[in-house]
Every structure is written in C-alpha cells, then in structure tokens.
C-alpha cells in the first residue's frame, strides 16, 4: 500500500464540533442536538450555552459561544484541585487516543497541546502564573478558520 494512503487511513476524523453539537449550529439547534445542555446564566455571560460534563474523571463545565452560529466550545475543571500537570497528562492521554500526537509547545509557565483536524483545531492547554498564584486548564474546540490568501 502507498504510504501517503495509508497515513491518510489512519488521520483522525475531523469532529466538525463538539460532541452532538456542528460548527455553525444555531443555538436552538445545539439545544435540541445536546443532552443536557442549558442557557448559561452563570460567570461566562458571553458564551450563549452551558453544559456539566466528565472529562477523564473529572467534573467540567463547556460554554458554546456564537457568532452567527457555534464557533467554539471552551472547557474548563470546575474545581481548582483539577488543574494540574497530571490532570493535563489525564486529558491529553485521551485526545491522543482518539486524534493522536498534538504539536506542542511549553515554556515556564504554559503547556500547550494542539492538533489541527480538518475543520477544527483542538487545544489544550495548562498555565501557571507562580507570580499571581494563578493556575487554569482548559480545552477547547475551535472552527479553523481559512487564512486569507492562502
């Protein structure tokens, strides 16, 4: 079998959003498409949805936000004790599972992972300010956007 054929066999799939909900949907739509989720009444005011979920054993909290239609789905630990390298480690062990190796970049204070599929880009990402005792994880599944001119 050609390699470039057999690479593009084993390319994970472009989620083309997240869980139940499609890059584009209305907000309606993304009600009707995903159990459980709600009108956000809660801090992330500018995102128009809500959802409680687990992620690797954890409980998490994603916000869908519009523009037109779903742009993004951000998601974050609900609980401070949920943000740690090995919480990170937890979370990208099952991205990598599902969509394989991310590119990924660290510093001192940021651990980036990222992969681009198709249509969407996923990041995941730890950051902590030891200077301000600030510390945030979270994931998010973005619509790739074309570049112009490209």
């Not at 083309?16 to 309606?28: F, K, L, P, V, Y």
């Not at 789905?73 to 990170?88: K, N």
């Amino acid at each position: 079998m050609n390699l470039a054929i057999f690479g593009l066999l084993l390319a994970a799939a472009d989620p083309g959003g997240w869980r139940g909900a499609r890059w584009g949907m209305t907000e309606a739509e993304v009600l009707a498409a995903v159990p459980g989720v709600s009108r956000d009444v809660g801090i992330e005011r500018k995102a128009g949805l809500a959802l409680k979920v687990e992620i690797a054993g954890m409980a998490w909290q994603a916000f869908f936000y519009f523009e037109g239609g779903l742009e993004r789905v951000a998601l974050a630990p609900t609980r401070e004790e949920d943000r740690t390298d090995d919480d990170l480690c937890r979370v990208e062990r099952l991205l990598v599972q599902k969509y394989g190796r991310p590119w990924r970049n660290s510093g001192a204070e940021t651990r980036v992972s990222q992969w681009t599929l198709g249509g969407t880009v996923i990041t995941l990402q730890l950051v902590h300010h030891r200077a301000i005792r600030l510390r945030f994880l979270d994931l998010v599944y973005e619509r790739r956007r074309a570049v112009a001119g490209l």
